[in-house]
């Protein structure tokens, strides 16, 4: 009876130990930051806004030896008004689904702001992905008018990649 109790007890131990690895092993997005506002954009086209709208965004991404991808969302477009900008990720086998949000606005201004969104995703080997990058409303919600990039990546350890993100989306405001 004693070794009967024991062994449950070394098996009950040992499937610990491996659904806690499950969730260690889970692909996710820590130490998102973004920048102040870079470039102040009127709501009336100008020239000059018409050659700044030209600067697509674009996402790069660059795979650790330690499995941890640096990234970078360069010139992010959403209303002056945003203080935060958040990124969520989902995974499934070898898809990645980015969701690019931020915060709810207190007040809309009146002019649109391209920012810099940086953030780390980690547990990764280096191979070839799907990737699918969304700008979704403050309440995390997207669907296909969302979609800012849908494609395959290749990550190889300590090589940058850049994905150039559609210049027509910017981050919903509401």
């Given at each position: 009876m004693k070794k009967m109790f024991y062994g449950l007890i070394c098996l009950a131990g040992l499937s610990a130990c491996k659904s806690e690895n499950l969730v260690l092993d889970a692909l996710r997005v820590h130490d998102v930051a973004n920048s102040a506002c870079k470039l102040t954009l009127s709501e009336a086209r100008s020239d000059s806004k018409l050659q700044n709208d030209a600067v697509s965004s674009t996402l790069y991404m660059e795979l650790g030896k330690d499995g941890i991808a640096q990234c970078m969302m360069e010139n992010v477009e959403a209303n002056c008004g945003v203080s935060n900008?958040?990124?969520?990720?989902?995974?499934?086998?070898?898809?990645?689904?980015?969701v690019v949000y931020h915060n709810?606005?207190?007040?809309?201004?009146?002019?649109?702001?391209?920012?810099?969104v940086n953030f780390k995703m980690s547990k990764l080997v280096a191979g070839s992905y799907d990737l699918?990058?969304?700008?979704?409303?403050?309440?995390?919600?997207?669907?296909?008018?969302?979609?800012a990039y849908r494609g395959k990546v290749s990550l190889v350890s300590g090589e940058r990649v850049r994905v150039s993100l559609d210049p027509e989306k910017s981050l919903p405001e509401i």
């Open positions: 900008i958040y990124v969520s990720m989902t995974n499934q086998d070898t898809k990645i689904t980015l709810e606005l207190e007040a809309f201004a009146d002019c649109i702001c391209k920012y810099d699918e990058v969304y700008y979704a409303s403050p309440k995390m919600k997207y669907d296909e008018s969302g979609i």
